[in-house]
Nanobody
Framework: QVQLVESGGGLVEPGGSLRLSCKVS?????????IGWFRQAPGKEREGISL????????YYADSVKGRFTISRDNDKNSIYLQMSGLEADDTAVYYC?????????????????????WGQGTQVTVSS
C-alpha cells in the first residue's frame, strides 16, 4: 500500500524559511507519480500549491506561492521536497503531500483533490513572531 509521510513542519518567524519533505513508500516510485503539495488553513478550503507531474520535468505553482516556494524531487530517496522562503502569516496551514499515478497538469491537480489516490497525514506550518 502506497504511503506518503510528510515531515519538516514547525514554527517559523515571518520572513523565515522551512523545508518540507514527503517520503513515498509501499512500492510506488516518485517519478511515476504526479505528486505535489496542498495546504489547508483553519476555516479555509484546501488549496493546491505545487506539483511535479508524472515523469515530468516541469513544475507548477499556485500564484500565492510562486517565486517563494520551490518543489523538487529526489528519485534516489523516493521523496519530494517543498522549500519555502519569505514565509508570511498567511502561509500558516496544515501542509499535505498528495499523489496519483496518472499524469496531471497543474490546474487539474490543484482543482481536483478528491481524484488523487494518495494523501499524507499532513504537517503543521505556523508562521508567527
Amino acid at each position: 500500500q502506497v504511503q506518503l509521510v510528510e515531515s519538516g513542519g514547525g514554527l517559523v518567524e515571518p520572513g523565515g524559511s522551512l523545508r518540507l519533505s514527503c517520503k513515498v513508500s509501499g512500492g510506488a516510485s516518485v517519478d511515476r507519480l504526479s505528486i505535489g503539495w496542498f495546504r489547508q488553513a483553519p476555516g479555509k478550503e484546501r488549496e493546491g500549491i505545487s506539483l511535479i507531474p508524472e515523469r515530468g520535468l516541469s513544475t507548477y505553482y499556485a500564484d500565492s506561492v510562486k517565486g517563494r516556494f520551490t518543489i523538487s524531487r529526489d528519485n534516489d530517496k523516493n521523496s519530494i521536497y517543498l522549500q519555502m522562503s519569505g514565509l508570511e502569516a498567511d502561509d500558516t496551514a496544515v501542509y499535505y503531500c498528495a499523489a496519483d499515478p496518472h499524469y496531471y497538469s497543474g490546474g487539474y491537480f490543484f482543482k481536483n483533490p478528491s481524484r488523487l489516490a494518495y494523501w499524507g497525514q499532513g504537517t503543521q506550518v505556523t508562521v508567527s513572531s
